[in-house]
């Protein structure tokens, strides 16, 4: 089976750091993808991380460890706007087709 | 502006009836995919298409049917057989199937059954 493992729910308070976690269990693994969707939106892309280590992207940053099948979001600087559902991706190298599966998603809440 | 578009925003129909679901992109993308969103929950894959006239089924392909004849579209049709139709489906692209992990996502469609 496959599964992803994420927070349903953080809070932080704006202009803090926060991190989201996600595990993963697959029978193959091609790299990890974090997305964003605000309520009734459409996700948007964030990051990928296919080898092991550390990829920023202005405030928000995310890491990959293969060896441990986790990896986290790094959001600085919280602002409001930030408040969101987060999802982690994994692309099963088993299958012969490239899709994506998705963790049930993190919902962010950002507070004054 | 490149993107997805998806079409109605909102579709309410009647239990019993097939309905079909538009996603047209001009981002000159080979892949393309479907997922559907219940309340709370992350993205299941319906179908997807890695190029035209060519296209596999999904973790949850059951009472779905999809079609894709041309590089710019691709329909989902939600038939009688699906249990349980009510919710967000969402459309999104890749350049390839080798940048599946990049997929642009269309606004989306809420439908509900009654």
């Known amino acids: 089976g496959q599964s992803l493992e994420q927070p349903s729910e953080v809070t932080a308070v704006e202009g803090a750091i926060v991190q989201i976690n996600c595990t993963y269990q697959?029978?193959?693994?091609?790299?990890l993808s974090w997305y964003q969707q605000h309520d009734g939106g459409a996700p948007t892309f964030l990051s990928y991380?296919?080898?092991?280590g550390l990829e920023e992207t202005g405030r928000f940053s995310s890491f990959l460890s293969r060896s441990d099948s986790y990896g986290y979001l790094l959001l600085q600087e919280l602002q409001m706007k930030d408040s969101a559902s987060y999802f982690c991706?994994?692309?099963?190298?088993?299958?012969?087709?490239?899709?994506?599966?998705f963790g049930q998603g993190t919902e962010l809440s950002v507070k004054p | 502006d490149g993107g997805i578009t998806q079409s109605p925003k909102y579709l309410f129909r009647k239990e019993g009836q097939n309905v079909t679901l538009s996603c047209e992109q001009n981002l000159n993308h080979d892949a393309m995919y479907w997922y559907r969103q219940d309340p709370g929950q992350g993205l299941r894959l319906i179908y997807y298409?890695?190029?035209?006239?060519?296209?596999q089924k999904g973790d949850i392909a059951e009472g779905y049917s999809v079609s894709r004849e041309k590089k710019e579209s691709f329909p989902l049709t939600v038939t009688s057989a699906q249990k349980n139709p009510t919710a967000f489906y969402l459309c999104a692209s890749s350049i390839g199937r080798d940048s599946t992990y990049e997929q642009y996502f269309g606004p989306g469609t809420r439908l509900t059954v009654t």
């Open positions: 697959t029978s193959g693994f091609y790299g």
């Open positions: 991706a994994v692309r099963d190298q088993r299958n012969q087709g490239g899709k994506l599966i």
């Open positions: 298409s890695q190029i035209v006239n060519d296209f």
């Open positions: 991380n296919g080898l092991d």
